[in-house]
């Protein structure tokens, strides 16, 4: 079965193909034009160039959060014209976790997600590679990195950090209280191609069923009050 | 128009909206890029005209209009120019439904009518600029915050 | 031919199907009463602005709703521009790849050509050229429509919408949002000459229009009032501002009319259902011997139906676009 997957939720936009698992090319750009100019023409490239048409395909998958709202948007709705439009299943993968899938997969690594979410947060996931896939830690979640440092810290492993918001991390966790690197660049961020891998193994469902899962952050900083008014409560007992 | 400026703060005293127009411009011609200016003022008070002049004053040529239905009108180019209004919006939730976040990371200057009504969405280091009816037309504009001095 | 049709500009999301640029099989528009009928009653938190949520599923009901398969469609036509952009992103990616997956060609389609061409759907009979005075929510414009896919801005407002003059003066009245029809209503017992309105002259271009202006008045009005304990005569207001609107607009329009000789003359846009603007329009044109057409309400708002109308006529002069579509928030007519 063909599967086209997506990714646009950040800077880089792309696209890769995949048949019956095996992975057949991926096109991605890292800068330049807006996603919404190249990523329908990066799926229609691929598709010419690995000899296939769109009728060909079986699964649409799409990276559907978190991230950039326009980037995401564009990126799941280019999804939903062609599963509507072909009748076919249609799939969303959580971004960090497509960014695992992508990512170093020395058995035993364990992987902080993170992406840059402004006001020094990071959308985070942590995971870890079991049996040459990523498992996951934890659910996703807008978090600062002081708030970060004590979680990775307890896991008493260095930590290989990936993601738009990996520097960030980089610069501002302490290095004499846990050991990290940064992922080597071609495997640091997102892409179409973890997308596709994470995509395995996840039902699929109509292009109807098809939802973003935006972490927003007023949200989340609203959680974070709340956690912080709480833990505050408990310093008062 | 008299003006008197201390520190980081500014306030004039307008008595038409050509004059509203000309602070407005005045500050354009400061304002960095990457900034957010908060508007607050109720409805007539002079927001709109003043962003009019804060495009002149960027040095944009364009029609500045009420993004009152459109929510966000943007305005292109030398410098850009994204005009917000939020009179339409229940809250600092539904700013990020319109794309504010992706906004604030393009390049220009970000300026919201009615802030009132999302009031928590601002990270601190805005520009605040008020407005105060004193009379029909005459208005005192205050402007605070941010970290340049305008 | 079949047209698929979308649009996603601002708050409607919309899907239609339109034969011929004529014919409406369906017109598909997402709004909060929708949200029941389409979850089957529990119904997740969505924002006001969901196009995200239902385009799929709108796009399914509009071919149940018309009887029609996916093989029936010849083509996708999409409002591109202007709109808020998060709006305007989905649609236009949504329909690019139904167009890719379905094989026909993309058609994007200017969203206030779209509103001109509103009254092709509700008046078949009507061809270019005409005068056609654009009145929604957030335009006011009087455009030159020489042809289906060439027009000409005469005039527009440079500050404020006429319906948004509405809709703020009837805040200040203490009237319901929006605006327009309340104080339609309430003009209806008022006396139009109560209370002076000023007729904004705005300079270089005598069909440019301002209602800023005459909105502060209103606020300064009321503000009076309140001073001075002087009860405000409402109904005369809400029969003043009519009037004001209604001489501005009716007043340029028929004087581009008779500059362009062309003695058709349309009224779209959701104003166009106040009664005074109608009612002056009418008499305007009955006695300069002109046809007027204004579409139904329903025509009026932001729909898919129009996008339906105008992206055929696109399509005939050859305006097509292939996968890079993109969209934008601002764009000339």
Same mark, same amino acid.
């Given at each position: 079965?063909?599967?086209?997957?997506?990714?646009?939720?950040?800077?880089?936009?792309?696209?890769?193909?995949?048949?019956?698992?095996?992975?057949?090319?991926?096109?991605?750009?890292?800068?330049?034009?807006?996603?919404?100019?190249?990523?329908?023409?990066?799926?229609?490239?691929?598709?010419?160039?690995?000899?296939?048409?769109?009728?060909?395909?079986?699964?649409?998958?799409?990276?559907?959060?978190?991230?950039?709202?326009?980037?995401?948007?564009?990126?799941?709705?280019?999804?939903?014209?062609?599963?509507?439009?072909?009748?076919?299943?249609?799939?969303?993968?959580?971004?960090?976790?497509?960014?695992?899938?992508?990512?170093?997969?020395?058995?035993?690594?364990?992987?902080?997600?993170?992406?840059?979410?402004?006001?020094?947060?990071?959308?985070?996931?942590?995971?870890?590679?079991?049996?040459?896939?990523?498992?996951?830690?934890?659910?996703?979640?807008?978090?600062?990195?002081?708030?970060?440092?004590?979680?990775?810290?307890?896991?008493?492993?260095?930590?290989?950090?990936?993601?738009?918001?990996?520097?960030?991390?980089?610069?501002?966790?302490?290095?004499?209280?846990?050991?990290?690197?940064?992922?080597?660049?071609?495997?640091?961020?997102?892409?179409?191609?973890?997308?596709?891998?994470?995509?395995?193994?996840?039902?699929?469902?109509?292009?109807?069923?098809?939802?973003?899962?935006?972490?927003?952050?007023?949200?989340?900083?609203?959680?974070?009050?709340?956690?912080?008014?709480?833990?505050?409560?408990?310093?008062?007992? | 128009?008299?003006?008197?400026?201390?520190? +980081?703060?500014?306030?004039?005293?307008?008595?038409?909206?050509?004059?509203?127009?000309?602070?407005?411009?005045?500050?354009?011609?400061?304002?960095?890029?990457?900034?957010?200016?908060?508007?607050?003022?109720?409805?007539?008070?002079?927001?709109?005209?003043?962003?009019?002049?804060?495009?002149?004053?960027?040095?944009?040529? +364009?029609?500045?209009?009420?993004?009152?239905?459109?929510?966000?009108?943007?305005?292109?180019?030398?410098?850009?120019?994204?005009?917000?209004?939020?009179?339409?919006?229940?809250?600092?939730?539904?700013?990020?439904?319109?794309?504010?976040?992706?906004?604030?990371?393009?390049?220009?200057? +970000?300026?919201?009518?009615?802030?009132?009504?999302?009031?928590?969405?601002?990270?601190?280091?805005?520009?605040?600029?008020?407005?105060?009816?004193?009379?029909?037309?005459?208005?005192?504009?205050?402007?605070?915050?941010?970290?340049?001095? +305008? | 031919?079949?047209?698929?049709?979308?649009?996603?500009?601002?708050?409607?999301?919309?899907?239609?199907?339109?034969?011929?640029?004529?014919?409406?099989?369906?017109?598909?528009?997402?709004?909060?009463?929708?949200?029941?009928?389409?979850?089957?009653?529990?119904?997740?938190?969505?924002?006001?602005?969901?196009?995200?949520?239902?385009?799929?599923?709108?796009?399914?009901?509009?071919?149940?709703?018309?009887?029609?398969?996916?093989?029936?469609?010849?083509?996708?036509?999409?409002?591109?521009?202007?709109?808020?952009?998060?709006?305007?992103?989905?649609?236009?990616?949504?329909?690019?790849?139904?167009?890719?997956?379905?094989?026909?060609?993309?058609?994007?389609?200017?969203?206030?050509?779209?509103?001109?061409?509103?009254?092709?759907?509700?008046?078949?009979?009507?061809?270019?050229?005409?005068?056609?005075?654009?009145?929604?929510?957030?335009?006011?414009?009087?455009?030159?429509?020489?042809?289906?896919?060439?027009?000409?801005?005469?005039?527009?407002?440079?500050?404020?919408?006429?319906?948004?003059?509405?809709?703020?003066?009837?805040?200040?009245?203490?009237?319901?949002?929006?605006?327009?029809?309340?104080?339609?209503?309430?003009?209806?017992?008022?006396?139009?000459?109560?209370?002076?309105?000023?007729?904004?002259?705005?300079?270089?271009?005598?069909?440019?229009?301002?209602?800023?202006?005459?909105?502060?008045?209103?606020?300064?009005?009321?503000?009076?009032?309140?001073?001075?304990?002087?009860?405000?005569?409402?109904?005369?207001?809400?029969?003043?501002?009519?009037?004001?609107?209604?001489?501005?607009?009716?007043?340029?329009?028929?004087?581009?009319?008779?500059?362009?000789?062309?003695?058709?003359?349309?009224?779209?846009?959701?104003?166009?259902?106040?009664?005074?603007?109608?009612?002056?329009?009418?008499?305007?044109?009955?006695?300069?011997?002109?046809?007027?057409?204004?579409?139904?309400?329903?025509?009026?708002?932001?729909?898919?139906?129009?996008?339906?109308?105008?992206?055929?006529?696109?399509?005939?002069?050859?305006?097509?676009?292939?996968?890079?579509?993109?969209?934008?928030?601002?764009?000339?007519?």
């Amino acid at each position: 079965m063909l599967t086209l997957a997506l990714e646009s939720s950040a800077k880089a936009a792309s696209a890769a193909l995949f048949e019956d698992g095996k992975f057949l090319g991926q096109t991605i750009q890292t800068d330049g034009l807006t996603h919404s100019r190249t990523l329908m023409p990066m799926a229609e490239f691929l598709l010419k160039n690995t000899e296939h048409t769109v009728k060909d395909l079986g699964l649409v998958a799409v990276a559907h959060g978190p991230g950039s709202f326009t980037g995401l948007r564009i990126g799941m709705a280019a999804a939903k014209g062609l599963a509507w439009g072909l009748q076919i299943p249609a799939v969303g993968v959580s971004t960090l976790e497509a960014m695992a899938f992508g990512g170093p997969d020395a058995e035993g690594s364990m992987l902080c997600c993170a992406m840059d979410a402004r006001r020094n947060q990071v959308y985070n996931a942590l995971f870890e590679v079991r049996g040459g896939k990523p498992v996951r830690l934890c659910p996703d979640r807008a978090i600062s990195v002081a708030e970060l440092e004590p979680e990775l810290i307890s896991y008493k492993k260095p930590w290989i950090l990936l993601g738009d918001g990996a520097e960030l991390c980089y610069n501002t966790l302490d290095k004499k209280k846990l050991a990290f690197q940064l992922a080597p660049e071609p495997l640091r961020i997102q892409s179409a191609r973890g997308v596709g891998l994470a995509a395995v193994g996840i039902p699929s469902g109509t292009a109807d069923d098809l939802l973003p899962v935006y972490l927003r952050l007023s949200q989340a900083e609203r959680e974070r009050q709340e956690r912080i008014k709480k833990t505050k409560e408990k310093d008062h007992e | 128009m008299p003006m008197r400026r201390w520190g +980081c703060n500014m306030v004039a005293i307008t008595n038409s909206e050509v004059e509203t127009e000309e602070v407005g411009e005045h500050f354009g011609t400061q304002i960095p890029d990457g900034s957010v200016v908060a508007l607050y003022g109720e409805l007539g008070s002079g927001k709109t005209a003043f962003v009019r002049g804060m495009a002149r004053g960027m040095g944009i040529d +364009c029609l500045v209009n009420s993004p009152t239905f459109t929510i966000v009108n943007e305005y292109l180019g030398k410098r850009n120019l994204f005009h917000f209004d939020m009179y339409r919006l229940g809250g600092a939730d539904e700013l990020y439904d319109i794309g504010w976040e992706d906004y604030l990371g393009r390049r220009g200057v +970000c300026a919201v009518e009615w802030s009132e009504n999302v009031s928590g969405a601002f990270e601190g280091d805005e520009y605040a600029v008020r407005f105060e009816k004193l009379g029909d037309s005459s208005r005192r504009i205050t402007i605070e915050g941010g970290n340049q001095s +305008c | 031919m079949l047209i698929l049709s979308i649009e996603s500009s601002c708050d409607e999301t919309a899907v239609a199907l339109v034969e011929d640029g004529r014919k409406v099989l369906t017109d598909q528009i997402f709004s909060q009463a929708d949200l029941h009928a389409i979850y089957g009653g529990v119904v997740p938190e969505i924002a006001a602005r969901s196009h995200l949520e239902v385009i799929s599923r709108l796009a399914e009901r509009a071919l149940q709703v018309a009887g029609v398969t996916r093989a029936d469609i010849d083509a996708v036509a999409v409002t591109y521009a202007p709109g808020l952009i998060g709006a305007v992103l989905v649609g236009v990616n949504f329909a690019k790849s139904a167009a890719m997956a379905l094989g026909v060609p993309l058609i994007p389609v200017h969203h206030v050509r779209g509103h001109i061409a509103a009254n092709y759907l509700a008046y078949p009979e009507l061809t270019p050229p005409f005068l056609c005075l654009a009145i929604s929510g957030g335009n006011t414009m009087l455009v030159d429509v020489r042809d289906y896919c060439s027009m000409h801005i005469l005039g527009q407002t440079r500050d404020d919408a006429a319906g948004e003059c509405f809709d703020k003066s009837a805040r200040v009245m203490g009237l319901p949002y929006p605006g327009g029809k309340p104080i339609d209503e309430l003009s209806k017992r008022g006396d139009d000459h109560k209370y002076e309105l000023p007729r904004p002259y705005v300079g270089q271009n005598p069909y440019d229009m301002s209602f800023s202006g005459l909105k502060t008045s209103v606020i300064n009005i009321a503000h009076h009032c309140e001073q001075t304990g002087e009860e405000l005569d409402k109904a005369g207001l809400a029969a003043s501002l009519c009037r004001a609107v209604s001489e501005s607009l009716v007043g340029r329009t028929m004087t581009a009319e008779k500059e362009l000789g062309y003695k058709k003359l349309a009224v779209a846009g959701g104003v166009a259902a106040n009664s005074r603007i109608r009612g002056d329009f009418q008499k305007a044109a009955q006695k300069a011997g002109y046809e007027l057409f204004i579409p139904p309400l329903r025509l009026c708002g932001d729909n898919a139906a129009m996008i339906g109308a105008q992206g055929y006529y696109e399509f005939l002069e050859g305006h097509t676009a292939d996968s890079g579509l993109n969209a934008y928030a601002t764009m000339g007519l």
